[in-house]
């Protein structure tokens, strides 16, 4: 199963920008649809985006449409999340994963990275 380690969170004031990573162990990276998710203090983990192995297809939560963008490197096994426009409520640990280990409850979430928006 892949390894990941999430990476690029900080603290930035709101509007700003900030680019997560995700660095995947392992040959099987590639091999996969990969997605970032965020839990919130006091919420229920979610989907933020999603991106097919290929990186042809991609999802966004209609909350950070238009705002991020998911890409990834299958040369390097690295996920990334660039994130614009960051508002508070974007505050929040980002995780990333395959989706299908998510819905079949064998995900494994790590430390997360730390995203806190200022006002």
């Known amino acids: 199963q892949v390894q990941l380690v999430e990476s690029g969170g900080g603290l930035v004031q709101a509007g700003g920008s900030l680019r997560l990573s995700c660095a995947a162990s392992?040959?099987?990276?590639?091999?996969?649809?990969m997605g970032w998710y965020r839990q919130a203090p006091g919420k229920e983990r979610e989907r933020v985006a999603e991106?097919?192995?290929?990186?042809?297809?991609?999802y966004y939560a209609d909350s950070v449409k238009g705002r991020f963008t998911i890409t990834r490197d299958n040369a390097k096994n690295t996920l990334y999340l660039q994130m614009n426009s960051l508002k508070l409520e974007d505050t929040a640990i980002y995780y990333c994963n395959p989706p299908e280990l998510v819905r079949l409850g064998r995900a494994y979430w790590g430390q997360g990275t730390q995203v806190t928006v200022s006002s």
């Open positions: 991106i097919s192995l290929s990186g042809v297809r991609t």
């Open positions: 392992g040959r099987s990276f590639s091999s996969y649809d």
